[in-house]
């Protein structure tokens, strides 16, 4: 019996990886395209990059459907983890993007369980700090930022990125007992 239930998780965790890749994959096709319809597209650039993305994540997505999905579920949560911080130092920690750390924290807490979730928001957390730190003493990243995203932002995502790995992770492990 404990055969079928562990086929039955890593069916689960495959299928979870799979569509975390394909919502992914959805969400940079809509943005590229809303770039390019709305005449926003800065430069053709973004389009490659964006079909590069693509290949990485149906890689991913391939990976996982081999069979090895926790493998795969790791180099996503990785790899959106990496965008966004990119991201964020960018942009600062006032803008949607630092939420997307919710992405990868669930993705791990959900694929790979409690202590994964727990450490990649942590992850996120030391980012979100550093860039609020960063953009708010001297402004070494940038933009410069009002001091409310040392004082505001970033307890606030931070407090959202350990509850949110908590309760997914949490729930996540209770499934597999």
């Not at 394909?22 to 390019?36: E, K, T």
């Not at 369980?113 to 996120?124: D, Q, R």
Request: contains cysteine; hydrophobic residues 55%.
């Amino acid at each position: 019996m404990p055969d079928q239930k562990d086929d039955r998780v890593k069916l689960a965790r495959r299928r979870l990886v799979q569509a975390a890749c394909a919502s992914v994959a959805g969400a940079v096709l809509f943005i590229i395209l809303f770039w390019v319809f709305s005449g926003t597209l800065e430069d053709i650039e973004t389009v490659f990059a964006g079909g590069a993305f693509l290949l990485i994540l149906g890689g991913i997505a391939w990976l996982a459907q081999r069979g090895r999905e926790r493998l795969a579920a790791w180099f996503l949560a990785g790899l959106l983890t990496l965008l966004i911080t990119v991201d964020i130092q960018y942009y600062g920690v006032g803008t949607p993007s630092a939420a997307g750390f919710v992405l990868p924290v669930v993705l791990a807490a959900c694929a790979l369980g409690l202590w994964a979730g727990l450490g990649v928001s942590l992850v996120g957390c030391a980012v979100i700090w550093l860039v609020a730190w960063g953009s708010t003493s001297g402004g070494w990243v940038s933009p410069p930022a009002p001091i409310d995203h040392l004082t505001f932002n970033a307890p606030a995502l931070t407090v959202i990125l350990v509850a949110t790995a908590l309760i997914v992770g949490l729930w996540s492990r209770s499934l597999e007992k």
